[in-house]
């Protein structure tokens, strides 16, 4: 994004030096720089700003009228908030039989069913991680539902918590594809390695260890940019996106669960805020939102995928 203003700017100062100004190369590199900016706007549209009341959104799924679903982080209440892309608040279901430790996603199969993340793992020594399983909250005539709990734990996790080189049993991303919910680790080892791990377990209510299935290097060593905070699965099963603060990964071309083996396309944001969820309108949009962190956030942007 900065490329183009340090090359105008430079280009400006040294060639009349030389007697040579050429205005049609000047020209041009303005209109590259114009479309560069241009782009950079374009690639996350800001939607609205959320309720007030979602100020700690941490999971969204967007229904097939467009509005939002979302979920507050750890401390929240067990509730679901149903958003139009206004920012009004719609609709509140309360979540029975559930709690929220810390709440960090929200997907949901081809059923409608909705699972809800109690995934969040800071410290890397929970030993009640779950998620909640409820019946599609847009089907309900009520305003509250009862909650079944997956509980689980990591089949490679021994210590609670590990050594500080192995503090990767954190998540706040997790999607749902053919009767299994995948989980992406958000890694906070030190030093930070920049890998996520994949790790699958049932839909079904019960108790699991959770099988790690693959890994991801995200190719950084800024933690807050390239941990994973996100995750969503495309409707038609062919595109999977995993969020960051300032960007997001896009995957393609992959067979089956094994989502890394394909295509990879990393999606730069113009800034970082804290970016917690996202999730697909359809086959090639995405909405994100962010919680309020330092007067910024409690957004719901659009990202239009090529």
């Known amino acids: 994004m900065l490329v183009f203003p340090c090359v105008y700017f430079s280009y400006f100062r040294i060639i009349p030096q030389q007697g040579l100004l050429d205005m049609r190369n000047l020209v041009l590199i303005f209109l590259l720089f114009l479309l560069s900016t241009q782009g950079n706007a374009q690639t996350l549209r800001t939607i609205c700003s959320l309720p007030e009341i979602v100020n700690e959104t941490s999971g969204i799924v967007v229904n097939e009228k467009k509005q939002v679903w979302t979920i507050n982080d750890s401390g929240g209440e ?14 509140k279901v309360k979540i029975t039989g559930a709690w929220n430790r810390d709440w960090e996603e929200l997907t949901r199969d081809d059923q409608g069913n909705f699972y809800i993340g109690n995934i969040g793992n800071n410290l890397n020594d929970s030993k009640d991680l779950c998620i909640f399983k409820i019946q ?6 009520g305003d509250a539902v009862t909650a079944q709990a997956i509980h689980f734990s990591y089949e490679d996790q021994k210590y609670f918590p590990p050594a500080d080189s192995a503090m990767n049993f954190n998540c706040e991303a997790m999607i749902w594809l053919h009767g299994n919910l995948y989980l992406f ?36 060593d800024d933690l807050f940019n390239y941990w994973i905070s996100g995750a969503a699965l495309s409707p038609d099963k062919s595109k999977l996106v995993l969020l960051s603060s300032n960007k997001m990964w896009l995957f393609s071309n992959f067979s089956g ?24 309108v359809n086959n090639n949009e995405v909405y994100i939102s ?15 995928l090529e």
């Open 78 to 91: 067990p509730i679901l908030y149903l958003c139009d892309t206004l920012g009004n608040l719609l609709r």
């Open 257 to 280: 669960h094994d989502f890394f083996s394909g295509k990879s396309t990393v999606i730069n944001f113009p800034s970082s805020t804290q970016k917690e969820a996202i999730g697909f």
């Open 136 to 141: 599609n909250p847009d089907k309900l005539l």
């Open 185 to 220: 680790s958000k890694n906070q080892t030190d030093p930070f390695d920049g890998k996520t791990y994949l790790y699958q377990l049932p839909d079904a209510p019960g108790k699991y260890v959770a099988t790690k299935i693959s890994c991801f290097n995200t190719g950084g």
């Open 290 to 304: 962010d919680e309020l962190l330092m007067g910024k956030g409690r957004k719901l942007y659009s990202v239009v």
